[in-house]
């Protein structure tokens, strides 16, 4: 079942692994459905991610392998225009969003699949939809783990970054559905003044300036405090003495086991499964000493997660937070927001490509 799809689109696409200086919008072929549980969407809006611009720039050497050109993106909103014969949970025109396990969604179509998407959130627009998969699930995947563990109902939680895309979704999940009592996030000086005016409901208790480094945010925390820590910013070791006894690390920016990876991304070399064993080792090692209990977390994109989040966004409980908005057609835009994305400074919540 499907509408009239042209033969060919328009994608962002890289002639090689490259800095964002080198993106370029070209015109490929539409992908077709091969697989029974696929969808084609209709992309109105797509967003970044760090590992989006980190793979493209040279980690996608060691992570996987690429065709060329080079399809970026996995985050997308936008309308199903056709369906594969095993799918029986959307129809053609539902408004949808994903974390597409197909990489390529900054395109005028993307395929992704059952598991991997859900009905966008009634109460909003594709561009807003599009900033919340891979980041909120990150957010939540992390969260829900400490809470398996400890339960973070009444506890203290630490969530960096609170204007970042990640950090956004893990306090006002925090606060707003997982009722920790305390919520502790860190800002940089310029920012400080906007956490209300952004966040609203979802702000946090208490906010650290990081510009003072990671020895001033333990300080101004406080020595043992921290039941659990949704680690999005690199505090895992240097954030160890404001954690309890007993406290729970769940950290999205350590590098995952290589028995992680390798589940993940089959053609990984057995080289890098070692060495990130080794690293996971290190990481275990050092804070169990501590008396803490860290993992890494590897995101699982699933839809299931997005429904949830659909209905904790139209009932009030979470936003995304939409930073950066250009066009596809705006080359030189999203080579600079991308470049932004993969420097990591300056930007508050998620860049967004709109597919005009």
């Known amino acids: 079942m499907s509408t009239s799809i042209p033969s060919s689109m328009r994608a962002l696409v890289l002639p090689r692994y490259c800095k964002p200086s080198e993106y370029d919008v070209a015109t490929i072929p539409t992908p077709q ?9 209709k992309v109105l809006a797509a967003s970044v991610n760090p590992i989006d611009v980190k793979m493209a720039a040279g980690m ?8 060329f050109p080079y399809k970026l993106g996995h985050d997308l909103a936008g309308i199903v225009v056709a ?25 005028e179509y993307a395929l992704s699949t059952t598991s991997t ?22 957010a939540l995947q992390s969260l829900q783990r400490g809470d398996d563990k400890i339960g973070l109902a009444g506890k203290t939680v630490f969530v960096g970054g609170a204007l970042s895309a990640t950090g956004s979704f893990g306090v006002q999940l925090a606060k707003n559905v997982f009722g920790a009592s305390k919520v502790i996030t860190t800002v940089s000086t310029a920012k400080m003044g ?32 921290v039941d659990f820590m949704y680690d999005n910013t690199g505090m895992t070791l240097a954030g160890l003495g404001m954690m309890k006894k007993g406290g729970v690390i769940v950290s999205v920016t350590t590098v995952p086991s290589g028995a992680m990876t390798k589940k993940a991304r089959p053609e990984v070399g057995g080289w890098l499964v070692l060495l990130l064993d080794l690293v996971d080792w290190f990481y275990r090692t050092w804070t169990r000493r501590a008396g803490v209990d860290y993992s890494a977390l590897l995101t699982n994109p699933a839809g299931s ?16 937070i939409v930073g950066r908005q250009v066009m596809l ?23 967004v490509i709109n597919i005009d």
């Open 33 to 41: 459905i091969s697989q029974p549980d696929e969808l084609l969407v």
């Open 83 to 107: 369906i594969g014969s095993s799918v029986s949970t959307f129809k053609v025109g539902d408004e949808v969003y994903a974390d597409s396990s197909i990489r390529g969604t900054i395109a």
């Open 117 to 138: 998407t859900a009905h966008k959130p009634t109460s909003l627009s594709f561009s807003a939809a599009a900033a919340i998969p891979l980041a909120a699930q990150s």
């Open 194 to 225: 906007r956490i209300r005016e952004i966040l609203g409901d979802g702000e946090p208790d208490v906010v650290v300036d990081y510009k003072g480094g990671a020895e001033y945010v333990v300080e101004r925390v406080g020595k043992g405090v």
């Open 305 to 320: 997660d997005l429904e949830k989040l659909a209905r904790w966004v139209d009932k009030g409980k979470i936003k995304p």
């Open 329 to 351: 057609s705006d080359v030189e835009g999203v080579r600079q927001g991308c470049q932004e994305v993969l420097d990591g400074k300056g930007g508050i919540g998620k860049f």
């Open 60 to 67: 996608g050497k060691f992570m996987e392998t690429a065709p």
